[in-house]
């Protein structure tokens, strides 16, 4: 009798593993070796698995792999489509192509969130799960498949159908560097004070950061992350910078503190 069931359990895991299987084959084009890393990919920390070991398992590892990986191939792409433009032209636009709203958007195109296993309910958590989850599903495709496999897949289901490079080349994202530009044209002192909210403790963090123009609190911002924290500080700064900047004197100082 124990054997039985234990023959019948593994068929339900088999069966699991080849309905996956099929799917990373259909709706992605992976005919995946090591079917265990991409279904380590889909888990966010919220809903981390214990292994019999008693280590915690979701997808944090591959996504700091992925996130190296992925900035390498569009760094190479970039290289080679803009062959005379300089390097702060190229690093502008892979930090577009690479950004947690770029990369959140293009797992949705992909059809990622379905299939990413999470059980938070933080609603600025929930904004980058995706684009997280599409780093670490890079990550598993090179320890897959390797370097050239991993290149080919993301120029065509990232690069080629879901990156508009006309588009980004005249949108601003880097809100932070373009108020760090005109703090120093017009040698203004800028400050962040950047700093987890206390509402985040215990939960997915949350981050606070607010932006002053020469001890003038000129934009406040949230975000899952101190770096995205700042960049919504910065862009609410924008739309007031023009409002305000008359009423706003240069500080004399050498010393601009850009950073908290």
């Given at each position: 009798?124990?054997?039985?069931?234990?023959?019948?359990?593994?068929?339900?895991?088999?069966?699991?593993?080849?309905?996956?299987?099929?799917?990373?084959?259909?709706?992605?084009?992976?005919?995946?070796?090591?079917?265990?890393?991409?279904?380590?990919a889909i888990i966010h920390k919220s809903a981390?698995?214990?292994?019999?070991?008693?280590?915690?398992?979701?997808?944090?590892?591959?996504?700091?792999?992925?996130?190296?990986?992925?900035?390498?191939?569009?760094?190479?792409?970039?290289?080679?489509?803009?062959?005379?433009?300089?390097?702060?032209?190229?690093?502008?636009?892979?930090?577009?192509?690479?950004?947690?709203?770029?990369?959140?958007?293009?797992?949705?195109?992909?059809?990622?969130?379905?299939?990413?296993?999470?059980?938070?309910?933080?609603?600025?958590?929930?904004?980058?799960?995706?684009?997280?989850?599409?780093?670490?599903?890079?990550?598993?495709?090179?320890?897959?498949?390797?370097?050239?496999?991993?290149?080919?897949?993301?120029?065509?289901?990232?690069?080629?159908?879901?990156?508009?490079?006309?588009?980004?080349?005249?949108?601003?994202?880097?809100?932070?560097?373009?108020?760090?530009?005109?703090?120093?044209?017009?040698?203004?002192?800028?400050?962040?004070?950047?700093?987890?909210?206390?509402?985040?403790?215990?939960?997915?963090?949350?981050?606070?950061?607010?932006?002053?123009?020469?001890?003038?609190?000129?934009?406040?911002?949230?975000?899952?992350?101190?770096?995205?924290?700042?960049?919504?500080?910065?862009?609410?700064?924008?739309?007031?910078?023009?409002?305000?900047?008359?009423?706003?004197?240069?500080?004399?100082?050498?010393?601009?503190?850009?950073?908290?």
């Amino acid at each position: 009798m124990i054997r039985k069931f234990i023959r019948f359990k593994r068929n339900i895991v088999s069966a699991t593993d080849k309905a996956f299987s099929h799917r990373l084959r259909k709706e992605f084009g992976i005919k995946a070796t090591r079917l265990n890393l991409y279904n380590i990919a889909i888990i966010h920390k919220s809903a981390s698995t214990i292994v019999s070991n008693g280590k915690r398992v979701n997808n944090e590892r591959l996504e700091y792999l992925g996130d190296a990986i992925l900035d390498a191939i569009v760094t190479d792409f970039l290289f080679t489509k803009f062959p005379n433009n300089d390097e702060g032209f190229l690093t502008k636009m892979r930090s577009r192509i690479v950004s947690r709203q770029s990369l959140n958007c293009i797992a949705l195109a992909i059809g990622l969130d379905k299939i990413v296993v999470t059980q938070t309910n933080n609603p600025l958590a929930n904004r980058h799960i995706f684009g997280d989850a599409l780093e670490a599903f890079v990550g598993a495709i090179f320890l897959d498949k390797g370097y050239k496999y991993t290149t080919q897949w993301v120029t065509k289901f990232i690069l080629t159908y879901h990156v508009d490079l006309h588009e980004l080349l005249v949108t601003e994202s880097d809100h932070k560097s373009r108020v760090i530009e005109l703090a120093q044209k017009y040698k203004y002192d800028i400050q962040f004070d950047s700093q987890e909210s206390e509402s985040s403790k215990g939960q997915s963090p949350v981050f606070e950061s607010k932006l002053y123009l020469n001890q003038k609190l000129l934009g406040s911002g949230f975000g899952s992350s101190k770096k995205e924290a700042e960049q919504n500080a910065a862009m609410v700064a924008l739309e007031r910078i023009d409002i305000i900047s008359p009423s706003l004197q240069p500080v004399k100082s050498d010393t601009v503190n850009w950073e908290n």
